[in-house]
């Protein structure tokens, strides 16, 4: 064998793709156990650490294979494109049927990340046996290794996810490492053993990685329905997050990356008490403000309000505000407020509206699911509320939703703690929402503003019962010198809602 003669352009192609699909196999696990389990800090933090781990044993046995390195790093290849392709199968199997996910998750990674980490050694070592300029192409090598990781963190949020969702991604990036297999087989056969097992191995491995790719719609819907309860009537990836539609007889059921937003059958308690709660503190209702709320729900309520002239709702979700302006089954349940003309949606990220926003508003809603990521921890930090306070007419009134103060007992008296760092009356009240349990909220304002009387027609509120909000039982009441602010810089509120939904 004349290493002059021999071409590692192949092989240094190979490291970009392996390298591509090592990062999103990554990714797709921690998102897919934060999607299923919550507190997404620590799966990510997990699945880093134990995936690094594991490449470095990968990384460490790699000296024990001596021989036939062409036809190790093509099992290799078509053992990662196995594993990796049916990683998010394996893993929504794994949270319907087991209670043992959190083992089978582990058990995952580490078998991932010790053949990803033979890759690069084994590819090495297959380099240095056969080429002259071994400096220059070894260089190439982590090169192309680092490109690839930058393109598999770029690629995969802001293409792959939303187009294709878990399931196809997984299967699809499995693929890609199975053709490298069969790419690397056809091109140096030469230093194959039995090349033509080999062959037939690669491509019975693809085809099965294909078949269940082109099933993926069919295999999400398997899948999704042992999510959830009732039957799915609409399933929808978007940029931000998973849309899931469920029907039972009357009841129509929204989800948000599996966590319930509304069931038609109570709905109305929660956003009654939302928004008629502020208004009935609120000097004026000429300009509202809705952050969140995409369902157009808070906004239905508000339009009640003869003396309303102005909405805005700022939700980030493109799809899911121009879902639920345009689906029958959500359009009739908002009174079709999503397309009234005293309404304009900007579909922004809420945080960047109020820091950059100049306008003052009488009454702002705030209607965010619960913290249970860093992204959602910013929109309940003190800072943030200090935005929300600028954005408010002096005698302006806030409301936010703000977890169960029965459940999530902390995570309830965070949030009214963090509130209290910018403003002089914060109240906090709570109801019983049959599909949720107890819920609670936080109405803020710094005037002397008195509440006036209901005015407007609904289906559960009356004076009375407004009244027995604002009082807690002693199972829901803390002591307050135990609980922490939350901030920007020490996100108190997500430890305490992980915490406590472990339990929930």
């Given at each position: ?151 598999g ?11 294709l ?41 693809l ?46 059921r ?13 709905e ?22 809705i ?7 808070a ?15 700022v ?47 009488d ?50 008296w ?88 472990q339990?929930?």
């Open positions: 064998m004349e290493k002059e003669k021999f071409d590692a352009r192949l092989l240094l192609c190979t490291t970009l793709l392996i390298s591509i699909c090592s990062i999103i196999y990554e990714l797709i696990i921690s998102s897919i156990s934060s999607y299923l389990q919550g507190d997404s800090i620590t799966q990510f933090s997990i699945t880093i650490g134990l995936y690094m781990s594991a490449m470095g044993i990968g990384s460490y046995l790699s000296k024990f294979i001596k021989n036939k390195l062409f036809n190790k790093f093509v099992f290799i290849e078509m053992s990662v494109g196995i594993l990796g392709g049916f990683s998010s199968i394996i893993l929504f199997l794994a949270n319907i049927y087991t209670n043992i996910y959190p083992l089978i998750m582990y058990t995952l990674i580490i078998l991932i990340g010790i053949f990803v980490g033979l890759e690069i050694p084994i590819l090495t070592r297959i380099i240095e046996d056969n080429e002259s300029n071994v400096r220059k192409n070894l260089a190439n090598i982590f090169t192309f290794d680092y490109m690839g990781g930058l393109i963190s770029i690629v995969f949020p802001i293409i792959l996810f939303p187009k969702g878990f399931i196809a991604t997984a299967l699809l990036i499995g693929c890609i490492n199975i053709v490298v297999a069969i790419l690397i087989i056809f091109k140096y056969k030469k230093y194959i053993e039995k090349p033509k097992n080999v062959k037939i191995a690669s491509i019975v491995c085809a099965i990685a294909v078949i269940f790719l082109f099933s993926g719609n069919s295999i999400t819907n398997q899948i999704e329905s042992g999510l959830y309860r009732d039957d799915i009537i609409l399933s929808e990836q978007t940029q931000y997050q998973k849309i899931v539609m469920t029907k039972h007889k009357d009841d129509t929204l989800f948000l990356d599996g966590n319930l937003q509304f069931s038609t059958m109570d109305y308690r929660y956003h009654e008490a939302l928004v008629h709660i502020p208004m009935m503190y609120a000097n004026s209702h000429e300009k509202v403000l952050l969140g709320g995409g369902d157009g729900l906004a239905r309520e508000v339009l009640k309000y003869d003396d309303v002239q102005k909405i805005v709702l939700d980030i979700d493109k799809e899911m505000t121009d879902l639920c302006a345009n689906n029958s089954e959500i359009s009739v349940l908002n009174n079709n407020s999503l397309k009234n003309e005293k309404l304009t949606i900007k579909n922004e990220d809420a945080y960047i509206f109020v820091q950059e926003n100049q306008e003052k508003f009454v702002i809603i705030i209607d965010f699911p619960d913290p249970n990521s860093e992204t959602l921890n910013k929109l309940y930090t003190n800072v943030f509320y200090n935005y929300i306070k600028a954005n408010l007419t002096p005698n302006g009134v806030m409301a936010c939703q703000s977890t169960s103060p029965y459940y999530a007992k902390k995570s309830f965070c949030i009214n703690k963090t509130i209290k760092t910018q403003f002089n009356t914060v109240i906090p009240y709570h109801l019983q929402v049959p599909s949720f349990g107890e819920w609670g909220f936080n109405l803020a304002f710094n005037q002397d503003n008195k509440r006036s009387t209901l005015t407007v027609e609904t289906k559960y509120l009356t004076e009375e019962n407004i009244n027995a909000m604002f009082i807690f039982g002693k199972d829901e009441i803390i002591d307050m010198e135990t609980i922490e602010e939350n901030n920007m810089f020490k996100p108190s509120l997500i430890t305490y809602y992980n915490e406590e939904v339990n929930w």
